[in-house]
């Protein structure tokens, strides 16, 4: 077999795009081999309340735990005072890959420091 | 544009000369740095001092496919990096399908630089080692995009950073192929080229399908991932999905026999009826295939009952057969 002749340039590029395409089948494949088959594990965290203008802003972290993505992921929060909801506030979360997190806030009217916050999945999607 | 310009510096050649291979090629060695080391060789004895800048001139040359190849990438990629459903694609289908679409691509970048690409003799070791590259510059121009619309950032898992830029690479790999073979200007290296090799790089039937499959994918693949075609697929009736196929078939038999489409008359020397037919039928099976192969890696078949897997395939056939006929004619170097 001839060997290509190529110049300098051309080696490198291909040297970089070897690297590439090798480092990439290889997360692929140890992807793939490690994946576990746990249904979406969702949790949601809650930060520390925010002052607006009106209201209260709450910051809440969404984490799938488990090894597939969930979509249209439902949260609500209630605020709980004296043992009763007196608000709630919620947001979807389009899609949540696996192990990973997104963002999200609900607001209150009244400073949730005064009662007791409490996070809730109602339910997703499996795309 | 560069060539031209070059072009019309040069003193216009008298007409005796002008064939003659040595001013041609001083011309060249003088004002076109993009000659391969054996050309360059082989024109050095006129213009002597030139030759040492040979490797220069192969860099030079280089450099510029390389340029044509990451314009073509992304002119044939862009709105695919520009496509939610992709993002959502990189995270919601499983690592061994990525590896499928990864091995199924380099295939295609096998085959195209086979029978259309740039450099017409080339051996199938040199067809991988551009293929690899294409990959390659796929993989970097597709993080680059990626990161400047914000689709990547450092906080999120590797599995959806590095499943999200191997989908969207594959494409701009397929695009920076075909850039390079195909926006290169007329330069004179094409021309000779064509001289040379227009008996020889008629590709056979093999090709012919390959390169079929690549337009039919490059194609097709812009608009695969959108909700709009498993829509059509649930919605349309099977009456209009009859007139679909037909019309497809239709838009075959116009470009590859009527419409004198540039390349045509080269693919199609016999023209029996019963060629004629068997060119249509074989480039839908073509643009079907690929359909289905595309809708298959999206996961658009997954849970679907059997009428609706062929529905999607036959609407997603339309565009898959402009690209298997239309595609394949402007995909094959001139």
């Not at chain 2, 995270?91 to 499928?100: D, Q, T, W």
């Not at chain 2, 790999?173 to 021309?191: K, M, W, Y």
């Not at chain 2, 192969?293 to 565009?319: C, E, N, Y």
């Amino acid at each position: 077999m001839k060997t290509p002749h190529k110049n300098w340039l051309e080696w490198t590029v291909f040297g970089v795009g070897a690297v590439l395409v090798v480092a990439t089948l290889g997360f692929l494949a140890f992807d793939a081999a490690t994946l576990g088959s746990a249904p979406p594990g969702i949790e949601a965290r809650l930060g520390r309340p925010q002052r607006l203008k009106k209201g209260y802003a709450v910051p809440v972290t969404v984490v799938n735990h488990g090894d597939a993505t969930a979509e249209g992921v439902a949260i609500e929060v209630t605020l709980q005072r004296r043992g009763r909801a007196t608000q709630s506030g919620e947001f979807e979360v389009a899609f949540l890959p696996r192990q990973s997190k997104r963002e999200g806030w609900v607001v209150f009217d009244a400073d949730p420091q005064a009662g007791r916050l409490e996070a809730r999945v109602k339910g997703f999607e499996a795309p | 544009m560069l060539l031209q310009m070059a072009f019309a510096e040069c003193p216009p050649p008298n007409a005796a000369n002008c064939r003659a291979v040595g001013c041609v090629s001083r011309q060249r060695s003088l004002h076109l740095p993009h000659l391969d080391m054996n050309s360059a060789a082989l024109s050095a004895t006129p213009a002597g001092s030139h030759s040492t800048s040979a490797s220069d001139n192969s860099v030079h040359k280089s450099l510029r496919e390389y340029a044509r190849g990451v314009a073509g990438g992304l002119i044939f990629s862009l709105p695919l990096l520009f496509t939610m459903e992709m993002w959502w694609a990189g995270f919601i289908l499983s690592p061994e399908r990525l590896l499928g679409c990864v091995a199924g691509t380099f295939v295609l970048l096998l085959g195209y630089n086979r029978f259309a690409g740039l450099h017409e003799d080339a051996s199938w070791a040199e067809v991988a080692i551009d293929s690899v590259e294409e990959m390659g510059l796929g993989l970097l121009l597709s993080t680059a995009i990626l990161w400047l619309l914000g689709r990547i950032e450092f906080g999120m898992a590797a599995s959806e950073i590095v499943s999200k830029i191997v989908i969207e690479a594959m494409t701009v790999a397929i695009g920076v192929s075909v850039g390079t073979a195909q926006l290169g200007g007329a330069s004179d290296e094409a021309n000779e080229a064509a001289d040379e090799s227009q008996s020889e790089k008629e590709a056979g039937f093999g090709g012919q399908v390959v390169i079929a499959g690549c337009g039919a994918i490059l194609f097709a693949a812009n608009v695969a991932p959108t909700e709009e075609i498993i829509m059509l697929g649930i919605e349309l009736s099977p009456g209009r999905l009859l007139g679909i196929a037909l019309f497809s078939l239709l838009l075959g038999a116009v470009v590859l026999y009527c419409s004198d489409f540039r390349g045509a008359q080269r693919l199609s020397p016999a023209r029996g009826p019963l060629s004629i037919v068997s060119g249509i039928v074989v480039t839908y099976a073509v643009a079907l295939l690929s359909a289905a192969a595309i809708l298959w890696f999206f996961g658009r078949f997954d849970g679907m009952h059997i009428s609706k897997i062929v529905a999607q395939t036959v609407v997603l056939g339309l565009p898959a057969t402009l690209g298997a006929s239309a595609g394949r004619l402007l995909l094959q170097r001139q």
